[in-house]
């Protein structure tokens, strides 16, 4: 399964680039694609992930690296 | 500029007066009171990279760039170099100014390149026209498409005649007509008259759902350069601030020389220390480079394939649909003593009640009507072509079968493709030769990729052996296999695999029907998009919206262009890094130096990779 999310206030390429990774290392997650240029957060986690649940690791995550930074979630 | 971009330049400007004013005062070197006041535009500028410096570390962020320029200004400050520590941070700041401004339009800029998205479709509701979001219209539903707004969905024109935009799609410049009965396609501008159309797919389903999808997933598939920029950038840091403390703490151990001074020394390699400049210009390169190309209408599902098609070595081309229009078209006319108006008449009026694909090409070469009163009878014999009566002549239209039948004997014709041979009450009157038409630009196509460097081009075909090799000669391609299944077309590339050199890499062109498996077996599969062929778009990795091949060119420019400007940037702010570095360890280079290496190579960096986005073909 794949889901896409807006970023907002996403400005910098090298933290996109370190949250990308610190996504990559969590278990759940198989891809996960930062991309600075189109302000979008691409994550692809096996069927029957609880996307809610992995998304607040996410948020989390990506508060440490960039905090500035705010993903939404629909 | 945004809220915050305009904060920062305020802070920016009142921190550049108090820094001058801070200089000119008749302060004593060193001393306190002059610490304070360059403390004050350092605190103005600075106070957020701090803050974020401290905040960071809690979060475990040790080399961020915030921390690296916080060490070095407050490292520059306890070695009493106010000015140097205030003046660095004030640059830093003009420097990731310009740098936020410079990537926001960019982005911006690209990002316009590829805005087809609809933002309402009219609905008629009680006789009066009601804007509604595109997504909630449903398949069968009736829309209004006025002047100058974009077609919302993929449809059907009910009513109304109008010019309709397409370049937004396929790049082509020339308006095309619509009338009743044509299908329209989501993402064109209608231009001059007020269409309604019924809605033939919903939203998500539509051309240009399907295309943004594209577009903006192909950042998703990193080219190689960005991988290694991901992995460099990983190593960079680190290993930059191990060496600025070494530096710092080893010769002075050594030789028992200046601390202040290696540390001074020490501190302008914390300033060089971040990769942006190459993290950001290479994969906007990429992103460039496809946003340009998608304008003119080629589509490319990843930065990857960039560099795979700029290294094309072998493509193999199908033949119908993509070198050929895919459509029956008379091409020869040859008649057996009588004229060729003549032969062609006859044949027209033979075949006018047929509904055969090449009746249609008789009937369209004719060009006129027919009048059905000259007409008594006409008898289909199927598997062999028509018999009528014409004039109260007996004319016989078919294959060479027929002819047999009647006992008429034919002229042989050595010309590729099939033949309708006509005879008059028994006697033979010619034939004409119906083939699948080359595109016009297929021939151009061809020598346009050998002019840049493609060392074989090959056409695989079911065709028979003599259509193949008349479309080889034309075309000027240096191999052709005939009479192909479509499992004997994935051999055949899979040969061709074996043959190329390591480098090189291999193309397949096809018009996405029947060849799927041939377009993901090659190293870069391009389909004709044909306008809304899903099953081209979903195969392969490059679309030519227009089923134009010349455009295979354009796209190898783009790509070669693209990487061209990716390594430029690669090796620009790598160089002026390692020789600033090395400067600085000489004691050369001021921390003035080391911020240009940083944000000023950025801002240049960046500046190139715009040039991505314009690139043209070169002739």
Not at chain 1, 31 to 48: E, L, N, R, W, Y
Not at chain 2, 255 to 272: E, S, Y
Request: proline share 3%; charged share 25%; aromatic share 6%.
């Amino acid at each position: 399964m794949k889901k896409v999310f807006k970023l907002i206030d996403l400005d910098c390429a090298n933290c996109a680039a370190k949250m990308e990774n610190a996504i990559k290392d969590l278990p759940e997650v198989e891809d996960a694609v930062v991309s600075f240029m189109t302000q979008k957060m691409t994550i692809k986690a096996p069927d029957g992930t609880d996307f809610d649940e992995l998304m607040k690791k996410v948020v989390k995550l990506c508060k440490k690296v960039e905090p500035d930074c705010e993903i939404v979630l629909k | 500029m945004s809220k915050k971009q305009k904060n920062i330049l305020i802070r920016i400007i009142s921190a550049g007066i108090l820094l001058i004013i801070a200089a000119l005062l008749p302060l004593e070197e060193k001393s306190l009171l002059r610490l304070a006041a360059f403390l004050v535009p350092y605190g103005i500028i600075g106070w957020d990279v701090l803050w974020k410096a401290i905040r960071n570390i809690k979060n475990g962020q040790v080399f961020d760039e915030n921390f690296l320029m916080a060490v070095a200004t407050v490292g520059a400050l306890a070695v009493k170099e106010y000015p140097e520590a205030t003046a660095v941070m004030l640059f830093y700041q003009i420097g990731e100014l310009f740098q936020s401004v410079a990537v926001g339009k960019s982005r911006k800029n690209i990002a316009s390149l590829m805005d087809i998205r609809p933002d309402h479709a009219n609905i008629e509701v009680d006789g009066k026209l009601v804007e509604a979001d595109p997504e909630e219209i449903e398949q069968g539903q009736l829309i209004v498409v006025k002047p100058g707004e974009r077609i919302p969905l993929d449809g059907i024109v009910t009513d109304g005649t109008s010019s309709v935009d397409t370049s937004a799609l396929t790049g082509e410049s020339v308006p095309r007509t619509v009338r009743v009965g044509d299908s329209v396609i989501s993402g064109c501008i209608n231009q001059s008259g007020v269409l309604k159309v019924e809605v033939t797919k919903e939203y998500e389903d539509s051309t240009v759902a399907k295309i943004l999808d594209l577009v903006e997933n192909s950042a998703s598939k990193k080219a190689k350069a960005e991988n290694f920029i991901t992995k460099f950038a990983k190593y960079y840091t680190p290993a930059v601030v191990i060496s600025a403390l070494l530096l710092a703490l080893i010769p002075p151990l050594v030789t028992g020389g200046n601390w202040a001074m290696w540390i001074h020394r020490a501190l302008i390699f914390l300033v060089i220390s971040c990769p942006c400049a190459l993290v950001i210009s290479v994969p906007l390169s990429f992103f460039g480079g496809i946003g340009g190309a998608s304008k003119k209408g080629i589509l490319i599902k990843g930065g990857n394939f960039l560099e795979v098609l700029a290294n094309a070595e072998i493509i193999v081309f199908d033949k119908t649909g993509t070198l050929t229009k895919g459509v029956f078209e008379v091409d020869e006319i040859h008649p057996h003593g009588i004229d060729e108006d003549k032969l062609l008449e006859l044949a027209a009026y033979a075949e006018s009640y047929s509904d055969h694909p090449i009746a249609h090409s008789i009937s369209s070469k004719y060009g006129r009507e027919t009048d059905r009163n000259r007409i008594s009878s006409n008898e289909e014999i199927s598997g062999h072509g028509i018999k009528a009566v014409i004039d109260d002549h007996e004319i016989c239209a078919g294959n060479s079968k027929l002819m047999d039948k009647m006992g008429v004997e034919i002229v042989h014709c050595d010309k590729a493709g099939t033949m309708v041979h006509i005879s008059d009450n028994g006697q033979y009157s010619g034939h004409i030769v119906i083939a699948d038409k080359v595109k016009e630009s297929a021939q151009s196509a061809i020598k346009r990729l050998k002019a840049r460097g493609v060392k074989q081009t090959v056409m695989l075909t079911g065709d028979s052996s003599s259509a193949a090799d008349a479309a080889m000669k034309e075309l000027g391609l240096d191999k052709a296999y005939s009479e192909l299944l479509p499992a004997d077309k994935v051999e055949k590339v899979e040969q061709l695999l074996e043959e190329k050199s390591p480098k090189g890499s291999l193309v397949f062109v096809g018009d996405g029907i029947n060849d799927a498996p041939v377009l993901s077996r090659a190293d870069v599969g391009i389909a004709m998009g044909s306008l809304g062929s899903d099953a081209a778009i979903e195969a392969a990795d490059i679309v030519l919206m227009d089923d134009d091949p010349e455009k295979i060119a354009l796209a190898m420019d783009i790509s070669k262009g693209t990487l061209k400007i990716v390594y430029q940037n690669i090796i620009f702010a790598l160089g002026v890094k390692f020789i600033v570095l090395l400067l600085g360890a000489l004691g050369i280079a001021n921390m003035w130096l080391a911020v240009f290496a940083d944000v000023g190579v950025s801002v240049i960096a960046i500046l190139n990779a715009m040039r991505a986005m314009r690139i043209k073909e070169k002739n």
